[in-house]
C-alpha cells in the first residue's frame, strides 16, 4: 500500500513499496501578448513563479506570462515530454481549444 504526499492540496507524488515515483505535469501558460508558451515541470505553479521572474525559458522573456491556463499530470517525465512536443505543434486555436476543453471538462 503506498502513501500520498500532499503539497498544498495537491498530489505530489506517491510512495510505493518500490521506491517514489514522481509525478510530471505539462502545463500552458498564456502570456500578456496572448500567446501561449507551453513546458513540463515536477511542480508547475512553481515553474510559472520562475518564469514570471524572468527565469524560466528565453520564451517567457520575450512574452511575460500572465496566466497558468493548463495542467495536466503524467507518471513519468518522458511521457509528459512527449506530450509536451504534440502540444507544441499545435496552432494558437488548436491549444486554446485545449484549453477550454479541459476547462469545461474540470479537469484543470
Not at 504526499?5 to 505530489?12: D, G, H, M, S, T
Not at 515541470?41 to 520564451?59: I, L, N, Q, S
Not at 502540444?87 to 486554446?96: D, V, Y
Amino acid at each position: 500500500m503506498g502513501v500520498i504526499f500532499l503539497r498544498e492540496n495537491k498530489q505530489f507524488c506517491l510512495l510505493a513499496p518500490e521506491g517514489i515515483l514522481m509525478l510530471y505535469y505539462v502545463y500552458i501558460l498564456r502570456c500578456k501578448d496572448g500567446s501561449y508558451y507551453t513546458g513540463h515541470a515536477k511542480d508547475p505553479e512553481k515553474r510559472f513563479e520562475m518564469h514570471k521572474k524572468g527565469r524560466g525559458a528565453r520564451y517567457t522573456k520575450m512574452h511575460e506570462p500572465e496566466k497558468l491556463v493548463y495542467v495536466k499530470e503524467f507518471e513519468s517525465r518522458g511521457e509528459a515530454m512527449r506530450i509536451e512536443r504534440k502540444i507544441k505543434t499545435l496552432s494558437h486555436n488548436k491549444k486554446h481549444q485545449l484549453i477550454t476543453e479541459n476547462n469545461r471538462s474540470g479537469a484543470c
